[in-house]
């Protein structure tokens, strides 16, 4: 990638943090690569990450293996993160894209997180 186009992407980042209300609920942070999908529940207050699970986890590759698409496997994957965050008894977080287009597969993701009653 050329540095315009980083430069391009770190403001977008940048942008969209600032948008975020830090501080007040736990962040979903969500990352894309060609093949797998990472999410990531973090508290910016203790700068912890309390939940965190991707396509790639061991305890969930087995299932994952066994859908066709990306858009089925990050779905699969927001359902299950969605299920340990409300077994934490935490009921609404924020969203971070994490400058992806709320789009295919990051759209899936969130959908099937609020699918298991969690406010996102």
């Given at each position: 990638?050329?540095?315009?186009?980083?430069?391009?992407?770190?403001?977008?980042?940048?942008?969209?943090?600032?948008?975020?209300?830090?501080?007040?609920?736990?962040?979903?942070?969500?990352?894309?690569?060609?093949?797998?999908?990472?999410?990531?529940?973090?508290?910016?207050?203790?700068?912890?990450?309390?939940?965190?699970?991707?396509?790639?986890?061991?305890?969930?590759?087995?299932?994952?293996?066994?859908?066709?698409?990306?858009?089925?496997?990050?779905?699969?994957?927001?359902?299950?993160?969605?299920?340990?965050?409300?077994n934490?008894?935490?009921?609404?977080?924020?969203?971070?894209?994490?400058?992806?287009?709320?789009?295919?597969?990051?759209?899936?993701f969130?959908?099937?997180?609020?699918?298991?009653?969690?406010?996102?």
């Amino acid at each position: 990638m050329n540095k315009k186009i980083k430069r391009i992407i770190s403001r977008r980042k940048k942008s969209i943090k600032s948008k975020l209300t830090l501080g007040k609920y736990p962040r979903l942070v969500v990352y894309r690569s060609n093949i797998h999908l990472y999410a990531q529940l973090i508290d910016d207050n203790s700068a912890k990450t309390l939940a965190s699970i991707s396509t790639n986890d061991k305890k969930i590759k087995k299932d994952v293996s066994k859908l066709d698409s990306k858009v089925l496997k990050s779905s699969f994957v927001g359902e299950k993160i969605g299920e340990h965050i409300k077994n934490m008894k935490i009921k609404k977080v924020i969203f971070d894209r994490n400058g992806y287009m709320y789009h295919g597969r990051v759209k899936a993701f969130v959908e099937s997180v609020r699918k298991t009653g969690l406010n996102v």
